[in-house]
């Protein structure tokens, strides 16, 4: 996808040509599947709990109408539509109309300011506006948020009429329990009919939800233990919301295994993918094939560039804590999809709740890539926009099934549950103070020194590639830094370079969005 560039027939001769070819041929000297030297040297880096931006890059800096600023385009437009409005349209003398439509307008006009004027995010694919868009409504419905949350039960209920007419209904939970039975001879004519009935919308939903949020954690051990701790949390909370009570081959072999499992491995295969594949954009117009257009096309709708997640949670004190956190906001995100939708009488297969699932897998993928860069990158101190407001709109929601339904989630849970999770506690705090202040290793001040330099050095190339500025000529320095000078002793004398003090290529025009 990315390297569509590489089937091309080069034609001869320009120096910038050149430069591109040999870029090329260094990075898959043999042609094969990925660079077998860097992925050995990969493993390397990896051992050392390091999280590398591992993938060769170039980009031409081609910069077409699409990816220009259209910032006073965007503006006449709005500006015109409200002459429309202000002048030619007659006047409705309807409150209720013109309340809805004067609210609408104002979403409106916010995330056009939002999604035209606002920086970009650490995703450029397919375009950085789309991002800027998801930002936008992620800000909006953290405001619809906060005034629900100042309402009654009833009268936010009622505010979904105006979204359809069929919701703010009492609801009949449905339990998955019941029969556990397998294979019920009970029923000749249909043995299996419990375990079929189980197979309905959402065993789907459970594969493709689960296969996204790998790609959104890209660590392997992360998903699993959040899967398999979100099993063990429908069976604690059963006694409050009827449909988390399911059958024990539901909850450990169709979701947990299955659905959940099966996502999670081609998660990890797509994330072994993009970290093997070479990242080479060239402009549309600049390849001339129509094979090679199309590949391009497609691409657009992939990673730009590559950034492995390596959490690292044993490596510190806080690493461990902020990885527990992670985990924690995950699972009450999961938590809140059904409690929200039982306090305020929203259908299970509603198009409401599938809409707020995709867009929290959206603001949840920009999130915890600045999350990461804010724990990884040494230079990196502001924790980023996309986290900020996805936090607070995970908080915000469990504040209103709170102050809606406190009776519910108040309600005790039986002593056999309380002693699971007081032993499960007591276990984590104890293995917790025991790793990190009883057994845990003195790293020399050099080691620590020599890891942060080389994290820094990564996290620059990926900045770097983020501002357009990237060279490849500033690779060779990454994967050789000992032989660059770049992480001498901090005791030595020597002057340290930087790995992007060598001349870029031709900076790229600041037009583009």
């Known amino acids: ?41 990969r493993e390397v880096v990896g051992s050392d709990g390091i999280s590398p931006v591992e993938v060769e890059f170039y980009d031409d800096g081609t910069v077409t109408f699409f990816w220009r600023a259209h910032t006073l385009t965007v503006l006449f437009v709005m500006i015109a539509a409200l002459i429309y409005v202000a002048v030619f349209e007659p006047v409705i003398l309807d409150t209720q109309y013109n309340t809805k439509r004067g609210l609408v307008a104002c979403v409106v006009v916010f995330i056009l300011l939002c999604a035209t004027v606002t920086p970009n995010g650490p995703f450029r694919r397919p375009h950085p506006a789309l991002w800027r ?11 619809v948020l906060i005034f629900v ?5 009833d009268d936010a209920r009622k505010l979904l009429k105006h979204f359809d007419n069929k919701l703010g209904e009492p609801l009949a939970e449905r339990s998955y329990g019941g029969s556990c039975v397998i294979y019920d001879d009970a029923m000749p004519e249909n043995p299996w009919h419990n375990v079929i009935d189980k197979f309905d919308a959402f065993v789907p939903t459970h594969f493709f939800g689960w296969w996204l949020k790998t790609l959104i954690l890209r660590d392997w051990w992360l998903c699993t233990i959040i899967s398999i701790m979100f099993e063990i949390l429908e069976y604690t909370l059963e ?45 549309l117009w600049n390849i001339p094939s129509y094979r090679g257009k199309l590949k391009r096309m497609i691409a657009q709708f992939g990673p730009y560039n590559w950034v492995q997640f390596e959490w690292r949670p044993l490596s510190s004190l806080g690493r461990w804590c902020a990885t527990l956190g992670i985990m924690f906001i995950f699972l009450l995100t999961e938590l809140n999809t059904f409690y929200l939708k039982f306090v305020l009488w929203v259908p299970p297969d509603h198009w409401l709740n599938l809409v707020r699932l995709f867009l929290v897998l959206l603001w949840g993928a920009v999130a915890l890539r600045e999350t ?41 849970l039986p002593r056999h549950v309380v ?22 290793d003195l790293q020399k001040n050099a080691d620590r020194w020599l890891e942060e330099q080389r994290r820094r050095l990564l996290w620059l190339r990926a900045k770097s590639i983020e501002l357009g500025i990237y060279s490849p000529e500033s690779n060779d320095r990454l994967e050789n830094p000992d032989e660059a000078g770049h992480l001498e002793s901090p005791t030595d004398n020597q002057p340290r370079s930087s790995p992007l003090s060598t001349k870029p290529k031709k900076r790229r025009v600041n037009k583009a969005d």
């Not at 569509?4 to 043999?30: H, M, W």
């Open 133 to 143: 868009f998801t930002f936008s409504l992620s800000i909006v419905y953290e405001l």
């Open 1 to 41: 996808m990315g390297s569509a560039g590489l089937e091309e027939n080069e034609k001869s001769p320009t120096k910038k040509q050149a430069n591109k070819k040999n870029f090329v041929k260094e990075a898959s000297p043999a042609k094969t599947a990925h660079d077998w030297r860097k992925y050995s040297n």
């Open 419 to 440: 002693l699971f999770w007081s032993i499960f506690f007591l276990l984590l705090l104890t293995w917790t103070v025991f790793r990190f202040f009883i057994a845990r």
């Open 239 to 283: 006694h409050q919301l009827p449909n988390f009570s399911e059958c024990w081959w539901d909850h450990w072999i169709m979701d947990a295994l299955l659905c959940n499992g099966l996502g999670i491995i081609i998660g990890i295969q797509t994330l072994k993918y993009f970290s093997m594949k070479t990242y080479y954009w060239r402009g």
């Open 372 to 412: 990461f860069q804010y724990f990884d990158d040494p230079d990196c101190e502001n924790f980023g926009r996309q986290s900020w407001v996805i936090l607070s709109i995970v908080i915000t929601e469990f504040l209103i099934v709170a102050r809606f339904d406190w009776e519910t989630i108040t309600k005790p």
């Open 149 to 153: 949350l100042f309402q009654t039960a």
